[in-house]
């Protein structure tokens, strides 16, 4: 520490590391922390703000963003936990990109801009953007493949979320034809064109926002500054701004803090780790920390936090190896790394089960335990192999193995040809149901009948066959060409199979039946072309291999199997207020922390996922690895040759001995005192403190004693 430039403040309850100090003490124009997982990122921004405040800095000239609203949270709640007292941190502006963006295009806003959270919303919109498409471009545009089912509007969404969030749609294509411009962005034509639709729609040709959905808000400040930087005149005036999580900035995000940091006498810091980059799709990019930054302003300077406060030196260490950085941990903990390995799928659950079983039977609670697959088809043997073992599991909403698209399409099929829809006890998800029945069989649909017949289906389930004799409507407007023939022949193929699936013997194996049913309605044929991209292609291939492996384990008759799977989901629904293990998938896991972390299925094909960039996987498994705070479990298969190269990486037997000699290290490690003892000493006692040698803290609006002092004279005051 430089004895010239002592902090000014003291956190209460934790004693800055050396890495924290020096960034709650740096002065320079930009900062950028190169931060590891569980570093403690959020706390040493706080430290940061802290200091501002400790050095009188209003805390009106602070600005401190996040990504999202849970990160904004834990920031706000992080300064009260280091002694800002709440009168200050409320005047602090702690904001999420799109809060602050929302709030700066108010400025500019037209009256009454519709804010679209619910996807529903944005489907609506989605499908008119569809329309205008195929009205300006069906005769003209080669390629176009213009679908309105749910799986497409959501693939169109991520899509046209993709182009804004990297600023692609700004780029120069002014001399481009379409085709040549989609295929430089690299989307598909229809996409592209409908995202141009789409956005005249909610620019009003140009007149100003009349919805926003998720992001827009971000994207529309972005664009702002970028014509003219008109909306950065009117910026408060901000002294020191702070960003959490820069690994999720994206172009857009990146534009906005470049038009912060630009105005001089703004002073930066911002944190993030560049191996916890996943969201590539959303334009995330360690471009951004790795060089963006060091571009626009070369006399940046990083600081490491390389020390982390998650788990104990185990764990650290052999996340050092695995991503070949420093990585350190002062905590007296013995992270356990523990490995079990399988011969199949089922097995593999089996070794989960026994993963989670060891958990209780340690004396631990269940709730901290999270199982993180890389994939959502790879929950099914797990989800059976607790529901056997009377162990209640939790999955956010809709995300549970028998909620994904395809799934409810052979759950819908099975439906009507079993007449049993009421055996889908869930509201939500029947309407599910519906729309995967629409999606997969390519049906065309306007969105109001669609949702006059769910409401329909809502009160009289075994009307769900119907939705076949209806589908001939036309669209509000008549387009010739809208869609393929071969979309016409799935329709067919999944008519002439329901009816076939009605004359079948519910008595007769589900394994058979199910993989006939899924042939006659082509449904690998069908996935491949309403899923864009292969990946997703690729997953249903998997789901459904394994849907009819859990048939053919079963070993249970038709109509048993689809009892057995209705009442799989009542006890997940029924088991939801109990204490539950987690299961997640690990992309969902990032920012979160679990005592016990669960990795199934480490096996090469899965995780590392062959179609992914090597990179991506690489720190989806760090990010997955570092979730955990006391035990992390590995689970891979029995043959070495199979098994995932990311264990290797982790070079568990060394890394074990640098850890086991760190451990010892830390538990002998003297137990450092407080710099100042704080005292409860009110206004009404100021005059006697201060006589008696007390000083006051002005960020944290508190008298405290130096150590070193006499504190006999304090006891009234001293706080436990
Ligand atoms: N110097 C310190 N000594 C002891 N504990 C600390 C110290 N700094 C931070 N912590 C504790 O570490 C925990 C994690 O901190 P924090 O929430 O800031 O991490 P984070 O930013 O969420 O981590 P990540 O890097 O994964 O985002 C908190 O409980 C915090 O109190």
């Known amino acids: 520490m430089n004895p010239a430039n002592p902090p000014r403040f003291t956190p209460q309850g934790l004693i800055p590391t050396a890495e924290q100090l020096a960034i709650q003490l740096a002065q320079n124009k930009v900062v950028l922390v190169d931060a590891n997982a569980g570093a403690a990122k959020t706390t040493t921004l706080a430290l940061r703000i802290g200091e501002a405040l400790a050095r009188k800095l209003a805390p009106e000239q602070?600005?401190?963003?996040?990504?999202?609203?849970?990160?904004?949270?834990?920031?706000?709640?992080?300064?009260?936990?280091?002694?800002?007292?709440?009168?200050?941190?409320?005047?602090?502006?702690?904001?999420?990109?799109?809060?602050?963006?929302?709030?700066?295009?108010?400025?500019?806003?037209?009256?009454?801009?519709?804010?679209?959270?619910?996807?529903?919303?944005?489907?609506?919109?989605?499908?008119?953007?569809?329309?205008?498409?195929?009205?300006?471009?069906?005769?003209?545009?080669?390629?176009?493949?213009?679908?309105?089912?749910?799986?497409?509007?959501s693939q169109f969404l991520d899509v046209q979320l993709g182009l804004k969030a990297t600023m692609a749609l700004e780029r120069d294509v002014e001399f481009m034809g379409a085709e040549e411009a989609a295929a430089l962005l690299e989307v598909?034509?229809?996409?592209?064109?409908?995202?141009?639709?789409?956005?005249?729609?909610?620019?009003d040709g140009g007149a100003g926002a009349t919805f926003r959905g998720p992001f827009d808000a971000t994207y529309d400040l972005a664009c702002n500054l970028d014509g003219g930087a008109r909306l950065a005149g009117q910026f408060p005036d901000y002294r020191l701004v702070l960003c959490d999580e820069l690994h999720d900035l994206n172009e857009a995000s990146f534009r906005i803090l470049d038009?912060?940091?630009?105005?001089?006498?703004?002073?930066?810091?911002?944190?993030?780790?560049?191996?916890?980059?996943?969201?590539?799709?959303?334009?995330?990019?360690?471009?951004?920390?790795?060089?963006?930054f060091g571009e626009r302003h070369p006399r940046l300077v990083r600081y490491p936090l390389t020390q982390t406060f998650r788990h104990g030196p185990h764990l650290a260490y052999a996340m050092a190896e695995f991503k070949q950085k420093p990585v350190e941990s002062g905590l007296r903990l013995r992270t356990e790394i523990q490995q079990a390995h399988y011969a199949s799928a089922d097995d593999c659950a089996g070794r989960v089960l026994a993963a989670v079983r060891q958990w209780q039977a340690d004396g631990y609670d269940i709730d901290g335990c999270a199982i993180l697959i890389r994939d959502r088809h790879q929950s099914m043997a797990i989800e059976n192999a607790l529901i056997e073992a009377d162990i209640a599991y939790r999955t956010p909403p809709m995300a549970g193995?028998?909620?994904?698209?395809?799934?409810?399409?052979?759950?819908?099929?099975?439906?009507?040809?079993?007449?049993?829809?009421?055996?889908?006890?869930?509201?939500?998800?029947?309407?599910?149901?519906?729309?995967?029945l629409v999606a997969f069989s390519e049906m065309r649909f306007s969105a109001r009948s669609m949702d006059n017949f769910k409401q329909q289906i809502l009160k009289s389930p075994d009307l769900l066959g119907e939705l076949f004799l209806i589908e001939d409507e036309r669209r509000d407007i008549d387009l010739p060409g809208y869609r393929d023939v071969a979309a016409e022949g799935t329709r067919r193929a999944v008519v002439a199979a329901i009816a076939w699936l009605s004359t079948v013997d519910?008595?007769?194996?589900?394994?058979?039946?199910?993989?006939?049913?899924?042939?006659?309605?082509?449904?690998?044929?069908?996935?491949?072309?309403?899923?864009v991209r292969p990946y997703d292609a690729g997953v249903i291939n998997k789901s459904v291999a394994s849907l009819l492996a859990a048939a053919a384990a079963s070993g249970q008759s038709l109509r048993e199997f689809w009892a057995a799977m209705n009442a799989r989901e009542a006890f997940i629904r029924r088991k939801r207020d109990r204490k539950s293990v987690l299961i997640e998938c690990v992309a969902n896991a990032k920012g979160k922390e679990f005592d016990h972390v669960i990795l199934p299925f480490l096996e090469e094909g899965?995780?590392?996922?062959?179609?992914?960039?090597?990179?991506?996987?690489?720190?989806?498994?760090?990010?997955?690895?570092?979730?955990?705070?006391?035990?992390?479990?590995?689970?891979?298969p029995a043959d070495p040759a199979r098994r995932s190269a990311f264990i290797n990486q982790l070079r568990l037997t060394r890394s074990a001995a640098a850890a086991e000699a760190?451990?010892?290290?830390?538990?002998?490690?003297?137990?450092?005192?407080?710099?100042?003892?704080?005292?409860?000493?009110?206004?009404?006692?100021?005059?006697?403190?201060?006589?008696?040698?007390?000083?006051?803290?002005?960020?944290?609006?508190?008298?405290?004693?130096?150590?070193?002092?006499?504190l006999s004279p304090f006891s009234l005051w001293l706080k436990k």
């Open 506 to 531: 519910p008595a007769l194996p589900a394994a058979a039946v199910l993989s006939e049913l899924c042939e006659r309605v082509q449904l690998v044929a069908t996935a491949r072309r309403i899923f």
């Open 259 to 292: 038009a912060l940091i630009g105005k001089p006498q703004c002073f930066f810091v911002g944190a993030g780790d560049k191996d916890q980059v996943i969201h590539a799709r959303l334009g995330a990019s360690a471009e951004y920390l790795s060089s963006r």
């Open 606 to 636: 899965e995780f590392p996922h062959p179609s992914q960039p090597k990179r991506d996987e690489e720190n989806l498994f760090y990010v997955g690895a570092t979730r955990a705070r006391a035990r992390l479990t590995l689970i891979s």
């Open 401 to 436: 193995y028998l909620q994904r698209d395809e799934i409810l399409f052979l759950r819908g099929l099975l439906a009507i040809g079993l007449r049993d829809f009421g055996a889908v006890k869930s509201e939500l998800v029947r309407t599910a149901i519906v729309d995967a």
């Open 188 to 203: 598909p034509l229809t996409d592209y064109l409908t995202t141009l639709e789409y956005e005249i729609l909610r620019l």
């Open 662 to 710: 760190a451990l010892t290290r830390n538990e002998r490690a003297p137990v450092a005192a407080p710099s100042r003892y704080y005292l409860h000493a009110g206004f009404a006692d100021k005059d006697q403190v201060k006589a008696l040698g007390a000083k006051f803290d002005i960020a944290r609006r508190a008298w405290y004693v130096e150590n070193g002092m006499d």
């Open 62 to 153: 602070i600005l401190a963003l996040t990504f999202t609203p849970e990160a904004r949270e834990v920031l706000r709640r992080r300064l009260l936990d280091i002694g800002v007292p709440q009168a200050l941190t409320e005047r602090v502006a702690v904001l999420t990109f799109e809060d602050f963006a929302a709030w700066m295009m108010d400025l500019v806003d037209n009256d009454h801009v519709r804010q679209c959270r619910d996807p529903r919303a944005l489907k609506e919109y989605a499908l008119m953007a569809v329309d205008r498409t195929a009205e300006r471009y069906a005769g003209s545009a080669d390629g176009l493949e213009l679908h309105t089912h749910s799986v497409a509007l």
